[in-house]
């Protein structure tokens, strides 16, 4: 069986990626491919200890430092590539995550006081990691990203802070620097839903291929 393709959407807290994931699996279906959208933190047992982090209610200081959360994301990682990302790939299927590698590197680097230092010790503790075939980061304003976040109401997460927010768009503003090997594309997100979709979809359906998917 022809494997399937591995498609990672990253972009700041607000930018819309988790819309957009299943926005994009289903837009995916009704091509005639089977796709499954996932997300990091997973739904496996780290990933659920990692949205407790998130959740607590902590600032970013007081949470466990840049070294302990990227080990722990990685093995979250390894475990969410393990039991759902790479069975879902051999049996053919499109697989989107909300987040992946690049994030930690990312929000990493973004709350270390030596930003290169842990953008390397995310790369080194992730070596071995699946590659996906494309990483598509939805670029946003800060300050329209915030509103989104606003008025979905809620506490706010570890990392929701408007100044951290900033530094985390520019970081992802050089996202090919970041992780040079991994086949990266940008798009604005700033559009509505339909027109950030319709761009999305047309990225994804040049690395998969028009005609080539399987009956849902």
Not at 77 to 87: F, L, Q, S, T, Y
Not at 178 to 189: K, N
């Amino acid at each position: 069986m022809k494997r399937g393709k591995f498609i990672v959407l990253e972009g700041i807290d607000g930018s819309g990626t988790t819309t957009q994931s299943t926005r994009l699996a289903e837009a995916l279906e009704r091509k005639g491919h089977r796709a499954h959208p996932t997300r990091e933190p997973s739904t496996g047992l780290v990933g659920r200890f990692l949205r407790e982090i998130l959740a607590s209610g902590r600032r970013v200081e007081e949470a466990p430092d840049y070294k302990t959360m990227a080990l722990l994301f990685a093995a979250d990682r390894a475990d969410h590539c393990a039991i759902e990302i790479a069975p879902r790939l051999a049996e053919g299927e499109v697989v989107i995550s909300d987040r992946y590698l690049l994030s930690s590197i990312v929000y990493q680097s973004a709350t270390s006081a030596v930003p290169e230092e842990a953008a390397e010790f995310v790369r080194a503790v992730n070596r071995g990691a699946l590659v996906p075939d494309l990483t598509v980061v939805v670029d946003i304003d800060p300050r329209v990203a915030k509103a989104r976040r606003t008025a979905r109401g809620g506490a706010p997460e570890l990392y929701e802070v408007d100044e951290l927010q900033g530094r985390l768009a520019s970081l992802y503003l050089d996202a090919e620097r970041l992780l040079s090997e991994h086949p990266i594309v940008h798009l604005r997100g700033e559009g509505s839903v339909e027109d950030v979709t319709a761009e999305l979809l047309a990225h994804v359906e040049r690395v998969i291929g028009l005609g080539e998917g399987s009956p849902a």
